[in-house]
């Protein structure tokens, strides 16, 4: 992952969001004592979304995935990742102000200009 600290921002918030929603609508087994434990649906897509954050070609230059010209993400994995956001995005900035507000600021960013490589052939 990118040392910038735009990307590991954008890793933590996704991070915060996945886990809150996970606790909040899927259950667990009662003996289950580690709450940090994501269930396999929740854990599949953070590690879905670690993989398309390392592979983002705007890196600290982007803008919030849902307003990004690439949409890099699955359709099934998309769809998810909106209802996780739709959920717990509201409640961020109650629980995790600082983060909830610069992912706003990071939303009024302009949609970034991929830039493209000439071969030489």
Do not use: W
């Not at 996780?84 to 200009?113: A, C, E, Q, Y």
Request: proline share 7%; hydrophobic share 30%.
């Amino acid at each position: 992952m990118s040392t910038h600290p735009r990307m590991r921002r954008e890793l933590a918030t996704i991070e915060i969001m996945i886990r809150r929603y996970c606790s909040e609508n899927h259950q667990r087994p009662q003996d289950d004592h580690d709450r940090e434990q994501l269930c396999p649906d929740c854990s599949e897509l953070l590690a879905y979304a670690r993989k398309r954050l390392q592979a983002c070609p705007f890196q600290e230059g982007k803008t919030t995935c849902g307003k990004c010209s690439i949409h890099c993400y699955k359709p099934q994995m998309r769809e998810k990742i909106r209802k996780i956001m739709r959920h717990i995005g509201p409640k961020m900035l109650l629980t995790n102000p600082r983060l909830g507000i610069l992912h706003m600021i990071d939303g009024l960013r302009k949609k970034p200009v991929q830039k493209r490589t000439v071969s030489a052939k």
